[in-house]
């Protein structure tokens, strides 16, 4: 049987080491991203360069297929119109916030005390007085008439409600995000807390604003209409303009209560000028990147823990690549390879694959307009040139050959 069996060897190899001379066919999406119907217009298939190509279409692409903003549209030198409604504006009580309540010198009611479950301050002799959702200014006119209600005071004395300390609260965040979920904002750790602070009387938070919300939730997608937020609150909807965020511009942001609801709606379409840092962006991208030329036999060889990079958000593909580690070297061996994009749709759910050949993606003057932006769960696998692949059948060759010989 052994001299059936070494010829068989011989000719498979042999058939692997052309098969590793010549090209496989192009990765196939459920998705028509060769022709620029992805979620970036970018994905589609680079053609041949031509002799005078288009330059920078994609993003007008990605365009022609948005929605209105639902917050109207801008344009000429007209301003962004209020960012925040008046009712959403300024700071505001949730369940569990603590208060510093004085009432003159009277002892009965100066105190700490904590907004409850149902959302009300509790003072001894009083009926409950509404907090959740109101100004400290509020509640302190309302204290006054009840201490005069409650025949307490003949005159109205003088009252003073400051926080102490604003709590966390919990939130649903929905839409074009990339991690829609339940969560909690505003916790601060225990290393993190300053005893001088929180025993002065007043305090102040960032950690529960819409946009710290939106950024816990995985940041806005390209897709998001910035124009109209939502703010659902109470059985009320409020629409909160956010353009202002790319445009270098102050925008008010929204003190978020429990039990709120964060909705951002879709355009429909990939804007690449939503493509960069903002305080709703994603924080960065981590990259899963697959580059071994033998692979790892087990976890521990496999360096799981050093194969994950983290890229600014609004990196593109071939900057990605590059700081994966998968160009360079001895330009004879190491030039020609590609580089696959792993993605998926965030929309829709669909994964998609891209390749790009390196090389032709280095050399071309419009690679802008094929070079996609990775985004956040993206990976990355990187493969060798051919002139590896050749030297690494002939390793292989070099081991199986002998071995079927001396079965021989």
């Not at 053609?47 to 993003?59: C, G, K, N």
């Not at 949730?94 to 009965?108: K, Q, Y």
């Not at 309302?142 to 201490?147: Q, R, S």
């Amino acid at each position: 049987m052994a001299p059936k069996i070494f010829p068989k060897l011989i000719c498979g190899f042999s058939a692997l080491a052309l098969a590793a001379c010549s090209s496989l066919s192009p990765p196939r999406n459920l998705e028509p991203v060769a022709e620029g119907r992805g979620y970036q217009a970018q994905y589609r298939t680079p053609p041949p360069r031509a002799p005078e190509p288009l330059y920078l279409r994609a993003e007008e692409m990605n365009a022609a297929d948005c929605l209105p903003y639902r917050g109207g549209v801008l344009s000429g030198g007209a301003k962004f119109a209020a960012g925040v409604p008046q009712v959403l504006r300024g700071e505001r009580l949730s369940r569990n916030d603590l208060v510093a309540i004085r009432v003159g010198e009277d002892e009965v009611f100066n105190g700490a005390y904590v907004v409850s479950r149902d959302g009300a301050l509790k003072l001894p002799f009083l009926g409950p007085i509404r907090a959740q959702g109101r100004t400290t200014g509020a509640i302190e006119t309302d204290l006054v008439a009840g201490l005069l209600r409650a025949g307490l005071y003949s005159e109205a004395p003088l009252v003073s409600v400051r926080v102490t300390d604003f709590a966390s609260i919990s939130v649903g965040v929905s839409g074009a995000v990339f991690e829609p979920r339940a969560l909690e904002i505003g916790a601060v750790a225990a290393e993190s807390l300053d005893r001088a602070r929180q025993e002065a009387l007043g305090a102040s938070t960032e950690g529960r604003n819409l946009s710290a919300a939106i950024r816990a939730a995985g940041g806005i997608r390209p897709d998001a209409d910035l124009s109209a937020v939502e703010v659902r609150r109470g059985g009320s909807v409020y629409r909160v303009d956010m353009r202002g965020v790319f445009e270098g511009r102050h925008v008010g942001d929204v003190m978020l209560l429990a039990d709120d609801e964060v909705v951002v709606p879709s355009r429909n379409c990939f804007q690449d000028d939503l493509m960069r840092p903002s305080p709703v962006s994603p924080p960065g991208v981590t990259l899963f990147l697959s580059n071994l030329t033998q692979p790892a036999t087990a976890n521990a060889p496999s360096a799981i823990g050093r194969e994950v990079r983290e890229v600014p958000y609004g990196t593109r593909h071939m900057q990605a690549v590059v700081d994966t580690n998968c160009v360079g070297g001895a330009r004879s061996t190491s030039a020609n390879r590609s580089a696959v994009l792993f993605t998926r749709n965030p929309v829709s759910g669909v994964s998609t694959v891209i390749e790009r050949d390196i090389e032709d993606m280095l050399r071309r003057p419009d690679r802008d307009d094929y070079d996609p932006y990775v985004l956040p769960g993206d990976s990355i696998a990187c493969y060798d040139s051919t002139v590896t692949n050749i030297a690494e059948i002939g390793r292989v060759l070099g081991i199986v050959v002998p071995a079927a010989i001396l079965v021989r």
